[in-house]
């Protein structure tokens, strides 16, 4: 576009429009209007101006692969300005959030990436100690409900598994998660608890499941203690529910 060349469109008669090299997507017949700019030239019947700088400013905003070529989406004139603005402008933003000035975000956003990668093995090797802690207050034979706050997803998933692998019976962990509830359901060896799964959360409008011997999901509506009396009627029907140390009335 600095080049500021001129965009010449024209019709040329049958015998020039054969000798002239041009791009067309079809083979056309009749009268072919010729666009050439930049040492481009093909067919084009749309609207175009008399010199390409008065395209001002091009942004390519993104770009993806479609079929044998490439498809752009781009800004030009004051809409590739109020473009470019709004980047720089987030791109500031973002800099104040990670205190770190325009063209240094890249190294900052990795030194997070690796705190948070840090900070997510000391989570885990947490709840780790805290898994072993209630396998260990677990009774065998003896199936289990029991609330872990301050766990996540993961931290269920590792508690209930712990304690079943303890116990060789069912159990279920419960926090905080989701728009209420959490859970994680594991199976006693050889168990499936995928249809209790499926009728709890019908009952406490639930989203989740998982495999025979272990399913994950939250629970939109119910509190603990009327979680545990629903799993008590159902998957541990007969079977006395172990208080452990970590459970909250």
Known sequence: ?????????????PETLARTD????KELTGDVRLV???????????THLTRTGEVGLIKIISFAHYKSGMR???????????????????????GRLLSSPVGSLTPALERLQNGEAALKARLAALQNT???????????GTPAVLW???????????????ITAKTN??????????????YALAAAPGGDVRETCKALNAAYQGRGG??????????AEGSFEQVKAFLLKSLLLREKVAEAPTEAG
């Open 1 to 13: 576009m600095r080049a500021d060349t001129p965009v010449h469109c024209w019709v040329p008669d």
């Open 22 to 25: 041009y791009r067309s997507k």
């Open 36 to 46: 050439e700019a930049g040492g481009d030239c093909c067919a084009c019947c749309g």
């Open 72 to 94: 752009l989406a781009v800004a030009c004139g004051q809409r590739a300005y109020d473009a470019v603005a709004g980047i720089w402008a987030d791109t500031e933003a973002a």
């Open 130 to 140: 805290l898994a072993a802690a209630c396998a260990e207050a677990a009774v065998p």
């Open 148 to 162: 872990v706050d301050g766990a996540d997803g993961d931290g269920l998933r590792r508690v209930a598994t712990a």
């Open 169 to 182: 019976a069912p159990c279920c962990t419960l926090g905080p998660g989701g728009q209420g509830l959490a």
């Open 210 to 219: 998982g495999k025979p011997g272990f399913c994950q999901g939250s629970l």
